[in-house]
C-alpha cells in the first residue's frame, strides 16, 4: 500500500533557527507530493507541491521542500523560524483515483 | 469567494442519533472528498466524488453515507452515531486533477456521547 511517513510527532526550533520537518514515501514511481499546515482550530492550507516539473519546490512564507527519489524524501526546510509558523504540518501524496493519503503530522513547537 | 464551507462547526450527538454533516464549494470543483482527523493518526478518507452523481469508498466508510446531487454540495450522513465517530471531519475540494492541491474546508468537531 502507498504510504507516507513523518518521521518524529513532535519536533521544537528556537526562533531564529533551522526548521526540517521529514517526510518519506513509499513509491517505486514519483508520486504527486504535498505539504499542509494546519493552524489550530483550522482547516488545512496548501504550502508547496511537488508534480515532476523541479526537484526544489518554493512554497508560501518561505518554506520549501526537496524531492529526493534516491532517498524517497521530501522533507520540509525554513532557514529561520518565526513564532508565527507554530502549527501542525502534514506531508501527503497522490494516488490512485485522485485521492491524497496523509501522513500522520508533526506538531512544530517554536521557542522564543 | 467562499471557498469550502462546512456546517456546523461543533456538534454533539448522542449514541444512536444520526446527523448530516453539510459540505458546499463555489470554485466549480469537480472532485470533493470527506476526512477525518483523529489525534496522532493524520486524516483517513471516508468518501470522495469525482463528479455529479458519482461516489465511492475511501479508506474508512463503515457507518457514514454521502450523496451528491450537485457539483457544488457532498453532505455525509452518520446513521446510529457511535463513539468511534468522535472526530473532526472535513471537507475538502480540487479541480480537475491532483497536482492542484485541495482546499480544505474549516473542519467539523463532532462529540458522541
Known amino acids: 500500500a502507498q504510504s507516507v511517513t513523518q518521521l518524529g510527532s513532535h519536533v521544537s526550533v528556537s526562533e531564529g533557527a533551522l526548521v526540517l520537518l521529514r517526510c518519506n514515501y513509499s513509491?517505486?514511481?514519483?508520486?504527486?507530493l504535498f505539504w499542509y499546515v494546519q493552524y489550530p482550530n483550522q482547516g488545512l492550507q496548501l504550502l508547496l507541491k511537488?508534480?515532476?516539473?523541479?526537484?526544489l519546490v518554493k512554497g508560501i512564507n518561505g518554506f520549501e521542500a526537496e524531492f529526493k527519489k534516491s532517498e524517497t524524501s521530501f522533507h520540509l526546510t525554513k532557514p529561520s523560524a518565526h513564532m508565527s509558523d507554530a502549527a501542525e504540518y502534514f506531508c501527503?501524496?497522490?494516488?490512485?483515483?485522485?485521492?491524497?493519503?496523509f501522513g500522520s503530522g508533526t506538531q512544530l513547537t517554536v521557542l522564543p | 469567494n467562499a471557498g469550502v464551507t462546512q456546517t456546523p462547526k461543533f456538534r454533539i450527538l448522542k449514541i444512536g442519533q444520526s446527523m448530516t454533516l453539510q459540505c458546499t464549494q463555489d470554485m466549480n470543483h469537480n472532485y470533493m472528498y470527506w476526512y477525518r482527523q483523529d489525534p496522532g493518526m493524520g486524516l483517513k478518507l471516508i468518501y470522495y466524488s469525482v463528479g455529479a452523481g458519482i461516489t465511492d469508498k475511501g479508506e474508512v466508510p463503515n457507518g457514514y453515507n454521502v450523496s451528491r446531487s450537485t457539483t457544488e454540495d457532498f453532505p455525509l450522513r452518520l446513521e446510529l452515531a457511535a463513539p468511534s465517530q468522535t472526530s473532526v471531519y472535513f471537507c475538502?475540494?480540487?479541480?480537475?486533477?491532483?497536482?492542484?492541491?485541495?482546499?480544505f474546508g474549516s473542519g467539523t468537531r463532532l462529540t458522541v456521547v
Open positions: 501527503a501524496r497522490g494516488g490512485s483515483a485522485r485521492q491524497l493519503t
Open positions: 513509491s517505486s514511481v514519483p508520486p504527486y
Open positions: 511537488y508534480t515532476s516539473a523541479a526537484t
Open positions: 475538502a475540494s480540487s479541480y480537475l486533477d491532483i497536482d492542484y492541491g485541495y482546499t
